[in-house]
């Protein structure tokens, strides 16, 4: 088996698992002063990848290629980030997930008008479907819109519209460069940390907050794995699989989610969840293996 054979599942495991788990440590680490605690989480990610990066790679590419990807990629973490928090904030982290969860419909369809490898054919439109189906349920399960704040959900849901066009386009911006994905999260890390910065100092009093062990455990966690880790390796398979496969994890990732929200922080969560993972499921095996089964016509 190649090393791309072997790296590309686990890297696609491994960022399930980061992911399955934000949203809970992003709750956990914010005690009241979100912005302050995304920044302390940019800056050790942004600390830990440097390090890495000049201890393996020794340089930093700075042609303009590179800027642009890097501009993009931070300006998209910055966005995307502040919005999930603030989601975060006034939601249980379950739904944040399962609002996250709509980005591979959102990103199949902003992908099929720009990589010819990402058309919508009636097997993906039908796999899809199923996951949208699968989510609903888990919404039904678990979120009452009438009790539910409405501003948080519009936070989640345009982090994602957010995440999926910057994830196309930084796709488009990635082929055919040897720029890796260490690199990318590095000089992406670089553009947003002060993003960050100004935006704790200006919305929030100052950096001097206290927070508890559990909230310096979760950002610590959410800096070395959730940004440093994880960018990593979903810049890596930016690089691999075309971006509408790469935000297929967030199919997963809401029942996985909602599943450690109620086991570890209380959340409700019923049996429709679970009818949902298995919508969920069909739809990943129709948009993704309906090909190996040999299911060539619907």
């Not at 590095?186 to 907050?209: D, R, Y």
Request: glycine share 10%; with cysteine.
């Amino acid at each position: 088996m190649s090393n791309n054979k072997l790296s590309i599942p686990l890297a696609f495991l491994s960022v399930l698992i980061i992911w399955s788990t934000t949203p809970l440590a992003i709750q956990w680490s914010s005690q009241g002063a979100p912005i302050t605690s995304a920044f302390y989480r940019m800056l050790i990610g942004m600390t830990f990848c440097l390090i890495v990066l000049f201890a393996t790679q020794g340089r930093l590419p700075m042609s303009n290629a590179a800027k642009h990807i890097y501009m993009v990629g931070g300006v998209s973490i910055y966005l995307g980030t502040v919005l999930f928090y603030f989601a975060a904030q006034v939601i249980p982290s379950g739904w944040v997930a399962v609002v996250f969860g709509i980005s591979p419909l959102t990103t199949g369809v902003i992908s099929a008008f720009f990589e010819p490898e990402a058309k919508l054919t009636p097997s993906k439109l039908v796999g899809l479907l199923l996951g949208i189906s699968g989510l609903a349920l888990v919404f039904s399960a678990g979120l009452n819109l009438e009790d539910a704040s409405i501003v948080g959900i519009g936070y989640a849901a345009t982090a994602v519209l957010i995440t999926s066009a910057a994830s196309v386009y930084s796709r488009l911006l990635v082929r055919g460069t040897v720029i890796s994905g260490l690199q990318i999260t590095s000089g992406s890390l670089i553009v947003s940390f002060p993003l960050f910065l100004l935006s704790a100092l200006l919305i929030e009093p100052g950096l001097n907050v206290t927070f508890s062990r559990t909230a310096l455990y979760s950002i610590v966690y959410l800096g070395l794995l959730g940004s440093g880790v994880g960018f990593t390796l979903y810049y890596f398979l930016l690089k691999h699989v075309n971006a509408a496969r790469v935000s297929l994890v967030a199919l997963i990732t809401p029942i996985t989610a909602l599943t450690l929200g109620a086991l570890l922080n209380d959340e409700p969560i019923i049996a429709n969840v679970y009818y949902g993972a298995v919508l969920v499921c069909t739809g990943l095996i129709l948009y993704e293996f309906k090909p190996r089964l040999g299911l060539r016509r619907l």
